[in-house]
DNA sequence: TCTGGGGTCCTAGGACCC
DNA sequence: TCTGGGGTCCTAGGACCC
């Protein structure tokens, strides 16, 4: 038997642990940059708040329903996430970390077990000590653990908890699903089932399994076995290293000057290679991206990836460190640049990554610590040592993030613009380096 | 007139997830 | 005025190899 625990309103509930005030009352935390809305409290959804509605369009009912609103805190929810993480895996070892609020529980050789009772148990000592409220459903796979919690959370009855063992209770769950709330059945296949008469997860688990398959390829079939209580998605404990890793930003205004651009591009792609760091990992691609804003019809609109300008650089060396990336995204930048637009957003893209440690060397490398001046490009990217980045990972590790940065991130006056300040963000109660020095001292 | 049989790699596009 | 930021997997088709 495989569980779902799943995290309710996980962003709003990281919040309402420090602050006790907003507990029973409507509260929600928008996206970057204050956008959009991406968790809402049930009184939040009970006043109709839906998914990802832009924040300025209820606005003034939250200020008439003096809804709590705040910025963003990943810090925060990233680490609340971890204590959770490492409560459950105290009582169930076997953990799929499956997103920042989704975890699957793996309850095999738990056999003689009440599993109610067990999974309970993982709740009640999740909220106690960490103060998250969580859903749990335990089923035979992956995608019937999903239906579960998610009708538990829907339920007012059970506690938040439900274990389906008899067939026939699966089929009433199956019943209640609508097949595009299954995991895996997006908007798109959701129209396309239902031209077939497909509405519910019953329809889609008594449709034979060679339709399945040819409408909804290979992933579509799993599905099938899987309502089918036939496991096709196995537990992953341990995660798999990144293929793709991506830092990009909207713009805190419309940018028109390439030097914050710029700058904009230099310090995503120096985020990225701290990311690839991190993973002791190495990019050999890298891919730089800018657009203008789609929602301003009457502005001429410029998307390099849509005008078929999506240039691929490859890296000579594979390289995490960030002065190869920002040399090269800089670069990327001046050719995809079009002036004469309004941009809202850009990014870098690094992917063919490798581990570090299998390093392609390319054939005219040079190890000489002098190279020869012919050699100092190629020289240039394929720093044998990266001492410089370790000291730079260090300090920041040590001193907080962004202690020491490198000089094309830094901003000036004249392009520090698009850079935004969210203003509703609460502290990083539970990490060092905070604004407010009482969670310093922890 | 007739024109094999087996592969790999890469990319774009489509679908999905949180 | 204001509309987020990450990821994955699969398939088809093109280009190439022997």
New binding site residues.
């Given amino acids: 038997m495989i569980g779902l625990l799943d995290a309710n309103n996980f962003y709003v509930s990281c919040e309402r642990v420090f602050n006790p005030d907003i507990v029973n009352k409507p509260v929600v935390v928008l996206?970057?940059?204050d956008?959009?809305v991406?968790s809402r409290s049930n009184e939040a959804k009970s006043l109709g708040i839906g998914m990802?509605t832009?924040?300025?369009q209820i606005?003034v009912l939250a200020e008439m329903e003096d809804i709590r609103v705040y910025s963003s805190n990943y810090t925060l929810y990233g680490d609340m996430s971890g204590r959770i993480c490492a409560e459950v895996k105290s009582l169930i070892p076997n953990v799929e970390v499956?997103?920042?609020?989704?975890q699957f529980l793996d309850f095999g050789g738990f056999g003689g077990h009440d599993l109610s009772a067990l999974g309970n148990e993982v709740k009640t000592r999740v909220k106690k000590h960490i103060g998250i409220p969580t859903c749990l459903g335990i089923v035979k796979t992956k995608t019937l653990a999903?239906i579960a919690n998610h009708i538990t959370k829907k339920s007012l009855t059970h506690n938040g908890i439900y274990v389906l063992e008899h067939p026939k209770l699966v089929e009433a769950f199956l019943r209640l699903t609508p097949v595009g709330d299954?995991?895996?059945?997006?908007?798109?296949?959701?129209k396309k089932l239902a031209e077939h008469k497909i509405y519910t997860a019953l329809d889609l688990y008594n449709t034979p399994e060679h339709f399945v398959r040819k409408q909804m390829?290979?992933?579509g079939q799993r599905l099938w076995h899987e309502l089918h209580g036939r496991p096709c998605i196995p537990l992953e404990q341990i995660s798999?290293p990144?293929?793709?890793?991506?830092?990009?930003?909207?713009f805190g205004q419309?940018e028109t000057d390439l030097s914050a651009i710029k700058e904009a591009v230099a310090t995503?792609a120096a985020s990225c290679a701290e990311?690839l760091r991190k993973e002791s990992s190495i990019a050999n691609y890298l891919q730089v991206f800018i657009q203008t804003?789609r929602?301003?019809k009457d502005d001429p609109q410029y998307s390099n990836r849509a005008a078929n300008r999506?240039f691929?650089w490859t890296l000579p060396i594979a390289s995490n460190d960030s002065r190869d990336l920002i040399r090269y995204a800089t670069q990327a930048l001046e050719q995809i640049f079009r002036s004469d637009f309004k941009y809202?957003?850009c990014?870098v893209?690094v992917s063919g990554l490798v581990p570090e440690n299998e390093r392609q060397l390319n054939l005219f490398e040079s190890t000489d610590k002098q190279p020869e001046p012919i050699f100092e490009q190629v020289q240039a990217v394929c720093r044998p040592d990266n001492r410089v980045m370790k000291a730079m990972d260090d300090l920041n590790g040590r001193f907080g993030a962004k202690t020491i940065k490198l000089g094309a991130t830094m901003s000036t006056q004249k392009t520090q613009s698009w850079q935004l300040t969210p203003s509703l963000l609460s502290p990083h109660y539970t990490t060092k380096f905070t604004d407010i020095p009482i969670a310093r001292c922890s």
């Fill in positions: 996206s970057n940059k956008g959009c991406v990802g832009p924040f300025f606005k499956y997103s920042i609020d989704e999903k299954l995991w895996g059945v997006g908007r798109r296949y959701q390829t290979v992933v798999k990144k293929k793709n890793i991506c830092t990009s930003r909207t419309l995503h990311k804003n929602y301003r999506s691929t809202n957003k990014g893209i």
